[in-house]
């Protein structure tokens, strides 16, 4: 089959490798779609070892299955699923009680349940064919395989903060959401869709805030020296109940802090190596009162449920971008160069 695989660190190449072969409590699915983000870039670009050599990317799949397990009778052959990004261990304490992603059994505080295309010995959807457990599958039915593939982590990790926030975000608060790309322009549609909460979007770019327009209430250029003062001067001064930073470097991390209300919060979800002062003194403050930080991982089983289920009553509409499999590193090219407004999707076949 054919897939995409990291050769070495900071190295891809589309590949010649045998179809995979499936555990007792696994799936093999035909790969219908697989999605393109920022991660998948990042590991072309490391020289850092993200995984080791030989892995497949790909974290964001469609697919069909094809054979299922012999312990596995929940799928049938010609099931349409996504698999869930975070294969968690399922029988610790967080997995028993629906959190997947803090699972416990993970080797350690700071790591992370194994994530497909991206952790150690788990391959991803960028292929012909791939291998996930029957546990980590939501049926889609009819949607789009391109659609669908995209709902695994563009439209997963936004819902989880913005799910995770709701008690905030009751009618008549403010939502922020600074970047308005792949991810932001979907925790604008999940705000529209599951809050009754203003939304500010902020973007660099006029053509990514053009996109959104029309869904938001104020639509700001990031790098107006004003644009904290008018996000203040719309909330009368208090700030956001929540600000959803999809970009996550030094300057949106401290603009975040800068506007969010006392006893807001402010969700890290971009990954651009950003830092943030905390400091406890009263007279230089950082945040304030209450207002919390946190840098939320994905999102749970549940969360994917409830997001294909938006999906499926129309209410997610992301702009795609469909390229032949092995048209794969066209795709990355056009992802790392900016010039990739919406989502890039691999379509085996």
């Known amino acids: 089959m054919k897939a995409v695989q990291l050769v070495k660190p900071g190295a891809l190449e589309l590949a010649d490798l045998a179809t995979p072969a499936i555990g007792d409590s696994d799936v093999l699915l035909r790969v219908l779609a697989a999605g393109v983000c920022q991660t998948d870039v990042h590991m072309r670009r490391t020289t850092e070892v993200w995984a080791p050599s030989g892995t497949v990317l790909g974290h964001e799949s469609c697919g069909q299955v094809v054979e299922v397990g012999a312990g596995v009778s929940n799928w049938q052959p010609g099931d349409t ?17 629906g959190r997947q992603n803090a699972c416990m059994r993970t080797g350690g505080r700071m790591i992370p349940a194994p994530t497909p295309g991206v952790s150690a010995g788990v391959h991803g959807g960028m292929a012909e064919y791939m291998v996930a457990p029957a546990a980590a599958l939501v049926g889609v039915g009819d949607l789009d395989p391109a659609l669908a593939a995209t709902l695994t982590d563009a439209a997963l990790t936004p819902y989880h903060s913005i799910r995770r926030t709701q008690d905030l975000l009751v009618p008549g608060a403010t939502a922020v959401v600074i970047g308005a790309g792949g991810l932001g322009r979907m925790a604008v549609q999940i705000l529209r869709a599951i809050t009754a909460a203003r939304v500010i979007v902020l973007d660099v770019l006029d053509e990514a805030l053009d996109a959104v327009r029309d869904q938001v209430d104020v639509a700001l250029r990031a790098d107006d020296p004003e644009a904290a003062e008018v996000v203040l001067k719309a909330t009368s001064g ?10 996550g470097n030094d300057r949106t991390l401290a603009f975040a802090a800068g506007v969010v209300a006392p006893y807001g919060a402010v969700r890290a979800i971009g990954l651009s190596e950003g ?22 991982y994905s999102g749970t089983l549940q969360d994917l449920v409830e997001v294909v289920g938006l999906a499926r009553a129309g209410l997610l509409r992301p702009e795609i971008h469909r390229f032949p499999l092995d048209r794969a590193l066209s795709a990355f090219d056009e992802l790392e160069a900016g010039r ?6 691999l379509i085996p076949g």
């Not at 905390?278 to 209450?290: K, V």
Request: proline fraction near 7%.
């Open 81 to 97: 699923v996504v698999v869930h990004p975070v294969w968690s261990c399922g029988g610790c304490p967080a997995c028993v009680a």
């Open 238 to 247: 208090y700030g956001a109940e929540v600000v959803f930073d999809l970009v």
């Open 275 to 296: 830092t943030f002062a905390f400091e406890t003194s009263q007279g230089a403050m950082s945040l304030p009162w209450g207002a919390t930080v946190t840098r939320p």
């Open 340 to 345: 990739m407004r919406g989502r890039a999707v």
